[in-house]
């Protein structure tokens, strides 16, 4: 018996490590919430510059051909809220562009919304 307690011993640490690393989540934290208009007629608004980009682990294609869009921060009560990429289906004879943000000539910045384009 004592030639298995060493192996004993890693499994049960292997296993309370585990445990412990299902309740951890990965997430952005919110950021600080600002007032103004969200919305104008370009598009989406905001006082501030969007975060950095946030990293994403692409999954496994779902199904042959399946294109990946990208996610983006968007603007929503009062501060910038992550989206989450996502697989979609190809559209014949279309590209998909992402959203992206630029400096309103207002100051402040807009979101050019993101879609299939011919």
Avoid: D, Q
Wanted: aromatic share 14%; with cysteine; glycine share 14%.
């Amino acid at each position: 018996m004592k030639t298995y307690l060493p192996v004993l011993k890693a499994a049960a640490v292997a296993l309370a490590a585990g445990a412990a690393l299902t309740g951890c989540v990965v997430a952005p934290t919110p950021g600080p919430v600002y007032g103004g208009p969200a919305y104008s007629s370009e598009g989406v608004y905001a006082p501030v510059a969007p975060p950095a980009p946030y990293t994403e682990v692409i999954p496994v294609m779902p199904f042959a051909g399946a294109v990946w869009v990208g996610g983006y921060w968007n603007w929503s009560r009062g501060r910038h809220v992550w989206v989450p990429g996502r697989y979609e289906r190809p559209r014949a004879g279309y590209n998909y562009h992402p959203h992206r943000w630029s400096p309103s000539p207002r100051g402040g910045w807009e979101l050019r919304g993101g879609g299939w384009r011919r």
